[in-house]
């Protein structure tokens, strides 16, 4: 497993919650890496992403403003805080690797590593 996310967990609405992804065979130091979810239901869905080193980052517009995006060079994680949790963002969170070095994008089919997922679940 390339990376591995974890932080996931069940909170109250307006709660936070920090995720991680950790570059557990250090590969991607070069890589954009990115987050994004899937709600029951639905399709999976871009969150955030963060370019190589961390200079640039791009948030889908459900996460500006209550989720950062980050990450630790020194420590191969990447991080994803969320803030004032609704219940809407219930969802498995996964973290992903940019399919080459380099570059930034949101489309789901351009990041070419995945970790398993952490779930996120928000009570209302």
């Known amino acids: 497993v390339l990376l591995e996310e974890s932080g996931g967990g069940f909170v109250q609405a307006g709660e936070s919650l920090r995720l991680s992804c950790a570059d557990s065979?250090?590969?991607?130091?070069?890589?954009?890496l990115g987050w994004f979810r899937r709600a029951p239901g639905k399709e999976r869905e871009f969150v955030a992403a963060?370019?190589?080193?961390?200079?640039?980052?791009d948030y889908a517009d459900s996460a500006k403003g209550r989720f950062t995006i980050s990450r630790d060079k020194s420590k191969y994680t990447m991080f994803l805080q969320l803030d004032t949790l609704r219940s809407e963002d219930t969802a498995t969170y996964y973290c992903?690797?940019?399919?080459?070095?380099?570059?930034?994008?949101?489309?789901?089919?351009?990041?070419?590593?995945w970790g398993q997922g952490t779930q996120v679940t928000v009570s209302s």
């Open positions: 992903a690797a940019y399919s080459r070095p380099y570059g930034l994008s949101r489309a789901e089919d351009e990041y070419r590593y």
């Open positions: 065979k250090h590969t991607f130091s070069n890589h954009a």
């Open positions: 963060i370019s190589w080193n961390g200079g640039t980052t």
